[in-house]
Nanobody
Framework: QVQLVESGGGLVQSGGSQLLSCSAS????????MAWFRQAPGKDREFVAA????????YSSDSIKGRFTISRDDTKNTLNLQMNSLKPEDTAVYYC??????????????????WGPGTQVTVSS
């Protein structure tokens, strides 16, 4: 059974850093494209970053480019998101997602088959 569980959320000051992790079970994360999304109150779920299942090519949204880094540890079956230079507008629930074996559509919510329950990140000003 596929399961994704995020960890590492919490309260952080503006300008600070936070590391989010997503522990996967039921499948090797190297066999699927993986991503992070986020959702702020009253807003749609928003693409943050993704990494392809083969080659490890990464994609990032313009809003976080240069500040957040997505990575994958295949030995631990874990997906990570290193967040630096955090801003209050980064406040959201962050979700880990497992998708398909391709890259076309990788920034779209519908690309992903499995989701974690999310972890709250709050950035204080």
């Amino acid at each position: 059974q596929v399961q994704l569980v995020e960890s590492g959320g919490g309260l952080v000051q503006s300008g600070g850093s936070q590391l989010l992790s997503c522990s996967a079970s039921g499948f090797p994360i190297s066999t699927r494209s993986m991503a992070w999304f986020r959702q702020a109150p009253g807003k749609d779920r928003e693409f943050v970053a993704a990494i392809t299942w083969i080659g490890g090519t990464t994609y990032s949204s313009d809003s976080i480019k240069g500040r957040f880094t997505i990575s994958r540890d295949d030995t631990k079956n874990t997906l990570n998101l290193q967040m630096n230079s955090l801003k209050p507008e980064d406040t959201a629930v962050y979700y880990c997602a497992a998708g398909k074996r391709r890259s076309v559509g990788i920034t779209n919510v519908d690309f992903y088959d499995f989701w974690g329950p999310g972890t709250q990140v709050t950035v204080s000003s």
